[in-house]
């Protein structure tokens, strides 16, 4: 069952699940589609163009669920981009106390005008459109795939890609999804394909398939609100396509954009994210690696 905080969010986990843009929705590589911002003289905090002075602003929606956040309280830093953003907050030189939390709507987050944060997380792909109206940063997530099955079925008990080749999965038309299970998993048997994404749960629920595959995101939604004893089989990595990718959002033009990469790049190149990433939405989150 899902725990409180998470039952209070349901309903935005219903908007974060169009977040994840289906493969007919061009997606980008990592910060490919922001515009060049104009960059500050120096990344140093005192240098910064900030909204408040001396601190800096990250937005997110409420309630913030998990494993994104942890009891709804973006500023304790546990949970995926809570972590992240303390992270990239650390490497601009803020301190915890330096750190203030904005309340934004989902999708108020990426539509054209001023902004009331510096820059924002929250579960955003990037794609053409939005960057159309704002920034973002390079990605700090590229999102993976998942398995989600009823419980006690033999799909749910899999451990590994292998073990999924005989299954019968079903998985929406026209997705990211539908291409790593045809690249990925390679069934003996081809998929059931369904044009909606409920269809795909309905299958699930009254077992015409073993096993659905979806994004992660959409994932922990299906095992929380959608189908009754379910759960997530594993995560795993697409090999082929533009990569879908979750980035901070800015206010169009911001030069904070600059900086923000540079503290991504070098999370990046020191393990740190990969080392959040397992933390917060690897086995602890119910989603353990498939390979």
Aim: hydrophobic share 40%; glycine share 6%; charged share 20%.
């Amino acid at each position: 069952m899902p725990r409180p905080s998470m039952l209070l969010a349901l309903a935005a986990l219903a908007a974060v699940a169009v977040a994840c843009a289906p493969a007919s929705d061009s997606t980008t590589k990592a910060g490919a589609s922001s515009p060049a911002s104009s960059a500050p003289a120096s990344c140093t905090k005192d240098q910064l163009a900030l909204k408040t002075p001396g601190k800096l602003t990250i937005g997110t929606d409420k309630p913030a669920y998990e494993p994104w956040f942890k009891d709804d309280d973006p500023a304790n830093g546990k949970g995926f981009e809570s972590a992240v953003a303390h992270a990239i907050a650390k490497q601009l030189g803020f301190q915890n106390g330096e750190i203030t939390w904005a309340t934004v709507k989902f999708d108020s987050a990426f539509a054209p005008g001023r902004k009331q944060f510096d820059f924002d997380v929250n579960q955003v792909s990037v794609t053409p459109d939005r960057a159309k109206v704002v920034a973002f940063s390079d990605g700090y997530y590229t999102v993976k795939q998942a398995v989600v099955a009823l419980d006690g079925s033999k799909a749910a008990s899999a451990t590994d890609l292998a073990s999924l080749k005989t299954a019968k999965i079903g998985v929406q038309v026209g997705t990211t999804s539908l291409q790593a299970v045809k690249d990925v998993i390679q069934p003996s048997a081809e998929p059931n394909v369904y044009n909606e994404q409920i269809d795909v749960v309905n299958a699930l629920k009254n077992k015409q398939v073993d096993a659905v595959v979806v994004d992660l995101p959409t994932a922990f939604y299906v095992t929380a609100a959608q189908v009754e004893n379910s759960k997530m089989v594993g995560q795993f990595s697409a090999t082929s396509g533009t990569p879908e990718v979750f980035g901070a959002v800015f206010e169009k033009g911001s030069p904070l954009v600059s900086c923000v990469n540079k503290a991504i790049g070098e999370l990046t190149a020191s393990g740190e994210l990969a080392k959040i990433e397992t933390e917060w939405l690897g086995s602890a989150a119910g989603a353990p690696e498939l390979k």
